[in-house]
């Protein structure tokens, strides 16, 4: 158990449904992180977000919609997503946004778009 | 060109061998150094950040050459239980952390 919870755990939604995932973390941290995991590829960063404040957004398409209303909890909102959108997302979070901080993964949430 | 490059095996070796794993970055600016160990379909959980001098934590060795811009992961005593896949991550500045895709490893009884 590393502190981080997702929900849901699974998701299977329409192109033109709309859903958000959310991650929350019990460890006192300042960072939160979204990424994307598809198959046979690297974790690919998405967005951070530092004392609530989002710092990085990695050309991400709006359909993707990051909320962070305090630095326990991260929402990602997803809509009219497409079919190469199905991987596994992965919260993580991190005492800092500083370059030597490590990070703590949430067990992710599988996301198939149909 | 990747930013961080990994061999993506499959390694796999007798219970009680050693191993080793090489990550390769491309920018010299990168600053901080992790391997991550991903079992299959959970999430990746921190082994070890690696320091310049290089570091050990019991059967783990993490080592870092700056001047050929690779980082190394050696594993002694393999168990069973280290059969996973193994993400190499650099940060170059901040908030940038980068994976590899990561090594598989399937320590064999």
């Known amino acids: 158990e590393t502190g981080v919870t997702q929900t849901p755990r699974h998701l299977v939604m329409g192109m033109t449904n709309k859903k958000s995932l959310k991650c929350e973390q019990h460890l006192g941290h300042n960072a939160m992180y979204w990424y994307k995991q598809s198959a046979k590829k690297p974790l690919e960063l998405m967005f951070v977000y530092n004392f609530k404040e989002q710092t990085e957004n990695n050309s991400v398409p709006s359909r993707f919609s990051p909320e962070c209303p305090n630095s326990s909890h991260l929402f990602l909102h997803l809509h009219t997503l497409q079919p190469e959108d199905s991987a596994l997302y992965l919260c993580?979070?991190?005492?800092?946004?500083?370059?030597?901080?490590?990070?703590?993964f949430g067990p992710g949430t599988r996301l198939t778009v149909t | 060109r990747k930013e961080v490059e990994q061999d993506p095996g499959p390694f796999n070796v007798p219970e009680g061998a050693t191993v080793a794993f090489n990550c390769t970055y491309s920018n010299s600016a990168s600053q901080s150094f992790f391997w991550y160990r991903q079992d299959c379909r959970k999430e990746p959980k921190l082994l070890m950040s690696?320091?310049?001098s290089g570091n050990e934590d019991g059967r783990f060795t993490a080592q870092l050459n700056r001047a050929s811009q690779y980082i190394s992961l050696l594993i002694r005593d393999s168990k069973l239980s280290d059969s996973a896949t193994y993400l190499c991550v650099v940060n170059i500045a901040g908030n940038q952390f980068y994976f590899g895709t990561g090594t598989s490893l399937t320590v064999i009884p």
């Open positions: 690696v320091y310049s």
């Open positions: 993580a979070s991190s005492q800092d946004a500083g370059a030597v901080y490590e990070q703590y």
